[in-house]
C-alpha cells in the first residue's frame, strides 16, 4: 500500500516532441507528488509538486495531472529538448511523516 | 548558491574500514535525510533527524549510524562497509510543514575497494 509504481522504465522522444510519465499508487492518505529530473552524478532536483485538490498543475513546458479518483498522476513534456534527458522520479508522501515514496524512476532520452 | 552540500563527492575506502559523510545546510530546515541510491535505482531512505530526534527505518542495517550535532550538520557513518555498501549517498532536507519539499544534496558516491 506504500508503493508507488511508475512507467515506463525508459522513454525515447523525439526533440520537439510529448514525454508522459505516469504514476500510481495507493494509500488515500498521500497528499503531495513531486516530481523529481536527476542528472548522472548529481541529486534529485526538485520540478514540479501538485497537492490533491487541484486537477492540473502547469510551470512553462512541464505539466502535473492529477486524477485522485484513479489514485493516478503524469508528468507532461511539452516540446521537450535534448537537455531534458534525465531519470524522472515521481514520488508521494503525507503530511502524518513527510517521508518520501519513490517511484521507480524513468530515463528519458530525447532525441535531437 | 547550493544550499545542501556533500562532502566528499567521491569517496573511496576498504572493505571493513569505517568511513563518515558529511552534509551541511543553509535553509536551516529542521529535517535532515539520509538516502542510499544504487545504479538505476530510486533513492531508498536509511534514517531522518526531526530537529535532534533520530528515526530509523526498519530495514536500515545496524551497520549504518548518524549523528546531527547542529540544524546545519549531519553526518553517515558506515561502521564496517561491505561491497555490497557501494552507492550513491544522497542528503536531504525538508521542514515538517505541511509537506514542503525535500531538497537534496549532490550525492557521495562511495567505493568499496
Known amino acids: 500500500q506504500q508503493q508507488v509504481k511508475q512507467s515506463p522504465q525508459s522513454l525515447i522522444v523525439q526533440k520537439g516532441g510529448i514525454s508522459i510519465i505516469n504514476c500510481a499508487y495507493e494509500n488515500t492518505a498521500f497528499d503531495y507528488f513531486p516530481w523529481y529530473q536527476q542528472f548522472p552524478g548529481k541529486g534529485p532536483a526538485l520540478l514540479i509538486a501538485?497537492?490533491?485538490?487541484?486537477s492540473e498543475k502547469k510551470e512553462g513546458r512541464f505539466t502535473i495531472s492529477f486524477n485522485k479518483s484513479a489514485k493516478q498522476f503524469s508528468l507532461h513534456i511539452m516540446d521537450s529538448q535534448p537537455g531534458d534527458s534525465a531519470t524522472y522520479f515521481c514520488?508521494?508522501?503525507?503530511?502524518?511523516?513527510?517521508?518520501?515514496?519513490f517511484g521507480q524512476g524513468t530515463t528519458l532520452q530525447v532525441k535531437p | 548558491d547550493a544550499m545542501v552540500i556533500q562532502n566528499p563527492r567521491y569517496q573511496v575506502t576498504q572493505f571493513g574500514k569505517p568511513v563518515t559523510l558529511s552534509c551541511s545546510q543553509t535553509?536551516?530546515?529542521?529535517?535532515m535525510y539520509w538516502y542510499q541510491q544504487k545504479s538505476s535505482q530510486a533513492p531508498k531512505l536509511l534514517f531522518h533527524?526531526?530537529?535532534?530526534?533520530?528515526?530509523n527505518e526498519a530495514d536500515t542495517p545496524d551497520n549504518f549510524q548518524s549523528r546531527r550535532p547542529n540544524t546545519s550538520f549531519c553526518f553517515l557513518d558506515i561502521r564496517s562497509p561491505g561491497l555490497g555498501d557501494a552507492a550513491m549517498y544522497l542528503c536531504?532536507?525538508?521542514?515538517?510543514?505541511?509537506?514542503?519539499?525535500?531538497?537534496f544534496g549532490d550525492g557521495t558516491r562511495l567505493s568499496i575497494l
Open positions: 536531504a532536507t525538508g521542514q515538517a510543514t505541511d509537506n514542503q519539499p525535500q531538497h
Open positions: 514520488a508521494a508522501s503525507s503530511h502524518n511523516t513527510g517521508k518520501l515514496i
Open positions: 533527524y526531526y530537529d535532534k530526534d533520530f528515526n
Open positions: 535553509l536551516n530546515h529542521n529535517v
Open positions: 501538485i497537492r490533491p485538490d487541484v
